[in-house]
Nanobody
């Protein structure tokens, strides 16, 4: 078993930008599809984490939730063992704890139930 580590969260004004990063040690992330999930304020259960964006092992397949299309960009750098989620034109509805997770060797659906290894999350707050 292993744990992912997220970073890059913080407070951003509406319309601003933020880039989240995800990595782990001791395991090559290139074996896994990666997903970013948001836990909205007031929710606690793991199955309430919404799939924001997911990316295949070689970045040949990506998924974006409708609400974030055109604003979020998921990417990965397998050589650096890193995955990223760039947030642009942030909206207050983007507020939440963002988790990265592995989804096995490939993802069929970008849903929390398909994730196996998780990070502890990083808080993103969009507010004036």
């Amino acid at each position: 078993q292993f744990q992912l580590v997220e970073s890059g969260g913080g407070l951003v004004q509406p319309g601003g930008s933020l880039t989240l990063s995800c990595t782990t040690s001791g395991v090559s992330l290139d074996k896994y599809a990666i997903g970013w999930f948001r836990q909205a304020p007031g929710t606690k259960r793991d199955n309430e984490r919404e799939g924001v964006s997911c990316i295949g092992r070689s970045a040949d397949n990506t998924y974006y939730r409708d609400r974030v299309k055109g604003r979020f960009t998921i990417s990965r750098d397998n050589a650096k063992n890193m995955a990223y989620l760039e947030i642009k034109r942030a909206e207050e509805e983007d507020t939440g704890v963002y988790y990265c997770a592995t989804l096995g060797p490939m993802f069929v659906q970008c849903v929390s139930q398909a994730a196996d290894y998780w990070g502890l999350g990083t808080q993103v707050t969009v507010s004036t």
